[in-house]
């Protein structure tokens, strides 16, 4: 109900406005009273907070912004929740019960839990309500993600993970896939599926476990992760009824790594050397990278610098070999300028990046990744699959102007890919080609395996970086706790480690 009321100010309620309202609704048959043709009569309650508190709240907020700069939000978050009364709307907010379905649906958790929804660089405010029959999502500012309340029905959700997100277990991901009408006579049933994921977080690993113990009674056995269900998908990987990427796709999965989490974005290996030749030849071994290493392992002198440092650390300071991460949020998003660049505009503060260091080429991308002492990075899912939006400018931005005079436009291709599409559709066959087969347990074992902290296989990072080195909730100074949030938001995490022993390796090799 869109409702105005003028006096001495103006003030609107917005029809989305979710939040608990300030009004209260009478009806005027029921309770014999109003003027005839007027349903109701409306009675305001309108909260205000004294201006002088308002303006010390805004000058404080003004004062972390010019000391924080660009990491201000974070700092802005802890400030208003432990200092200040403006942020009522999220501390007291209820779950709207005429939002249900039915009326019938039964309640399964004791009250609403407090949740936040998780999207690159973008966290929403939010409640949890579960009944038997939905799982309703309500975001407290819905403008942000176009309606005021979110459902899923039960039987429709077919996957349950619980995430870690900056470094503490607090997060859940589900998973949906809904029928939608087919675009047309004889579409594919493929073409009629919807699949959505949303990726949740909690106040805390308890209110997270409970939300997580209900929903996986809900859903059933078969849609609850486990380890049980990962050595299941070995085995068929093994056997050659999963294909290289399908398989390094759950795997991250189960690993902690998604879509929706930059600091933790699932993870891929780089697969090709050779970028130069006029024609790939895949069945050539000598143009594939050497699994066995790191990326910060592949060139000899490089990597004795990386090894003189870690031997000059002094004890008792953390020691690492590489100081940056193969995987973090600002690889992701300079790999997805392209095709996402409100993520560089946010991440950049309002701006594209120096031209000169973008992501511009293939070969040149690789190169840095053996000679630059900042850059170990992979690479990500997008390099194997259908979609080039991440290759080609089909934006028209304008990404600037490199100091040689050139303009950032469209990435750079080897000489033997024609195209974009073409380049995807070669890579992608390198990924599943024998070679890479017979080799790819040992990535595995460096990522995901018994090898990700080795100094012996010259494989280890930043110790904030490893699950289990930082317990963030036992953390009680703010500022420290911050700083170490900021660290892995910054650097990247490490995946959770998965195998604990050799990978095996696959019994069959598939050309596909």
């Given amino acids: 109900m869109p409702l105005k009321v003028v006096s001495s100010r103006i003030i609107e309620i917005p029809v989305y406005l979710q939040a608990p309202k300030p009004y209260i609704l009478h009806n005027a048959k029921d309770e014999g009273e109003g003027v005839a043709g007027q349903g109701y009569q409306a009675e305001m309650r309108i909260d205000f907070h004294d201006i002088s508190d308002f303006f010390?709240?805004?000058?404080?907020?003004?004062?972390?912004?010019?000391?924080?700069?660009?990491?201000?939000?974070?700092q802005l978050d802890v400030f208003i929740f432990q200092h200040y009364d403006f942020a009522r709307h999220v501390r007291d907010a209820q779950f709207d019960t005429t939002r249900l379905k039915k009326f019938s649906e039964k309640k399964m958790l004791p009250q609403e839990l407090k949740i936040k929804f998780i999207m690159p660089l973008v966290s929403v405010d939010g409640l949890l309500y579960l009944t038997d029959e939905r799982v309703y999502m309500q975001p407290l500012h819905p403008q942000i993600l176009g309606k005021a309340v979110l459902?899923?029905?039960?039987?429709?959700?077919?996957?349950l993970?619980?995430?870690?997100?900056?470094?503490?277990?607090?997060?859940?991901?589900?998973?949906?896939?809904?029928l939608k009408p087919a675009a047309g006579k004889g579409a594919r049933s493929e073409e009629r599926r919807k699949k959505k994921t949303f990726y949740l977080v909690f106040g805390s690993t308890q209110e997270r476990d409970l939300a997580f113990h209900q929903l996986s009674q809900l859903v059933g056995a078969d849609c609850v992760t486990t380890q049980t269900n990962l050595d299941h998908y070995t085995q068929k990987w093994r056997e050659g009824l999963l294909t290289n990427f399908d398989y390094l796709m759950l795997v991250n999965s189960y690993a902690q790594r998604s879509f929706q989490d930059l600091t933790q974005y699932p993870v891929m290996p780089w697969v090709l050397k050779d970028y130069k030749s006029p024609v790939l030849n895949l069945a050539d071994p000598n143009v594939y990278r050497d699994f066995s290493k790191p990326i910060g392992a592949m060139d000899p002198k490089r990597l004795q610098d990386f090894r003189q440092r870690y031997d000059e650390t002094p004890e008792g300071a953390d020691k690492f070999l590489y100081g940056s991460h193969y995987s973090c949020p600002g690889y992701v998003i300079g790999f997805h300028v392209r095709s996402n660049p409100q993520w560089m505009i946010?991440?950049?503060?309002g701006k594209f990046d120096?031209?000169?260091?973008?992501?511009?080429?293939?070969?040149?991308?690789?190169?840095?990744?053996?000679?630059n002492p900042t850059n170990v990075k992979?690479?990500?899912?997008?390099?194997f699959m259908e979609n080039d939006e991440h290759l080609v400018n089909h934006k028209k931005l304008d990404l600037g102007m490199r100091t040689n005079g050139k303009r950032v436009d469209d990435v750079?291709?080897?000489?033997?890919?024609?195209?974009?599409?073409?380049?995807?559709?070669?890579?992608?066959?390198?990924?599943?080609?024998?070679?890479v087969s017979a080799n790819l347990h040992k990535w595995i074992d460096l990522i995901f395996g018994y090898k990700q902290n080795s100094i012996e296989?010259?494989?280890?990072?930043?110790?904030?970086?490893?699950?289990?080195?930082?317990?963030?909730?036992?953390?009680?100074?703010?500022?420290?706790?911050?700083?170490?949030?900021?660290?892995?938001?910054?650097?990247?995490?490490t995946p959770r480690q998965l195998f604990f022993k050799q990978h095996p390796k696959r019994l069959v090799q598939v050309n596909q």
């Fill in 56 to 74: 010390n709240a805004l000058r404080d907020v003004y004062h972390l912004f010019n000391q924080h700069g660009s990491q201000y939000e974070d």
């Fill in 457 to 493: 296989d010259d494989n280890v990072y930043h110790p904030y970086s490893y699950e289990g080195y930082l317990d963030l909730e036992k953390v009680t100074d703010v500022q420290m706790r911050k700083a170490y949030e900021t660290h892995v938001r910054e650097f990247g995490q």
């Fill in 346 to 349: 946010k991440f950049q503060s």
């Fill in 151 to 159: 459902n899923l029905k039960i039987p429709n959700i077919k996957q």
């Fill in 161 to 178: 993970f619980k995430r870690r997100y900056t470094l503490m277990d607090v997060g859940l991901e589900i998973t949906s896939l809904s």
């Fill in 412 to 435: 750079k291709l080897p000489k033997w890919a024609s195209s974009a599409e073409d380049f995807l559709k070669k890579h992608r066959r390198a990924l599943e080609s024998p070679h």
């Fill in 378 to 383: 992979e690479l990500i899912p997008e390099f």
């Fill in 354 to 371: 120096n031209p000169n260091r973008m992501f511009k080429g293939i070969n040149k991308e690789w190169n840095s990744c053996n000679v």
